[in-house]
């Protein structure tokens, strides 16, 4: 597609509940990321999956998170047993991947509401 | 460990002025440098990107940087602030030691422009 797309763009949930976010990369890039936007913290870096390679998962926050990427292309990120603090923003941006001078390109993200 | 400081949450500036927003880091080796807008309700978008050369970067939206190797910084500038630049602004960095790995963002600045 022309860019990232994510779905959905609101999710309002109970705490407890699991939930799924979605997400659809820049069509030819091999590189994607999952961030974390929170109010007054910026944006958190969650996990990054390069082609084949082993994913860094060194900013998930707990062993509730959890991504994957089927194909090298579409991007799940799952949330159990949500909390609260889970409330966020989740951007997901792709890039070509390997040149390290290369910009990401973010998706509008999704807004998720733990109540 | 990589790390940027964005010292101002807010700065305000009047249509027609120059406006600064502030940015140091920290990584080992030589960065990679990124600023990055977001308008409300929408993804970040690339502004601009230092990797070598000129220290004075140019980039969309009449935006520029200046990086400073003795001083880690990398300031966001423009001559002359439109109403439309009211947004929320994210520094970035990557060292080149630590070949592709995720960008590192800042806190964010809320720049707002004042007509």
């Known amino acids: 597609g022309a860019g990232v797309s994510q779905s959905p763009s609101n999710k309002v949930t109970e705490k407890g509940k699991d939930v799924e976010l979605r997400c659809d990369p820049i069509s030819g890039h091999t590189a994607l990321y999952w961030y974390r936007q929170s109010l007054g913290q910026g944006l958190e870096f969650l996990i990054y999956f390069q082609g084949n390679s082993a994913p860094d998962k060194s900013g998930l926050p707990s062993d509730r998170f959890s991504a994957e990427r089927t194909g090298g292309s579409v991007s799940t990120l799952t949330i159990q047993r949500t909390q609260q603090e889970d409330s966020a923003v989740y951007l997901c941006a792709s890039s070509l991947g390997l040149a390290e001078t290369g910009e990401l390109f973010f998706g509008e993200g999704s807004r998720l509401t733990v109540l | 460990a990589q790390s940027v400081a964005q010292p101002e949450d807010q700065v305000n500036v009047a249509e027609g002025n120059p406006l600064t927003v502030k940015c140091t880091y920290s990584?080992?080796?030589?960065?990679?440098l990124f600023w990055y807008v977001q308008y409300p309700n929408r993804g970040l978008q690339f502004l601009l990107k230092y990797i070598t050369g000129d220290n004075l970067v140019k980039g969309s939206y009449g935006f520029e940087a200046e990086f400073n190797k003795s001083q880690t910084s990398f300031h966001l500038k423009k001559p002359s602030a439109l109403v439309s630049d009211s947004a929320l602004y994210f520094c970035a960095v990557r060292s080149f030691l630590s070949g592709n790995t995720p960008l590192v963002f800042g806190k964010g600045t809320r720049l707002s422009v004042i007509a």
């Open positions: 990584v080992s080796g030589n960065p990679y």
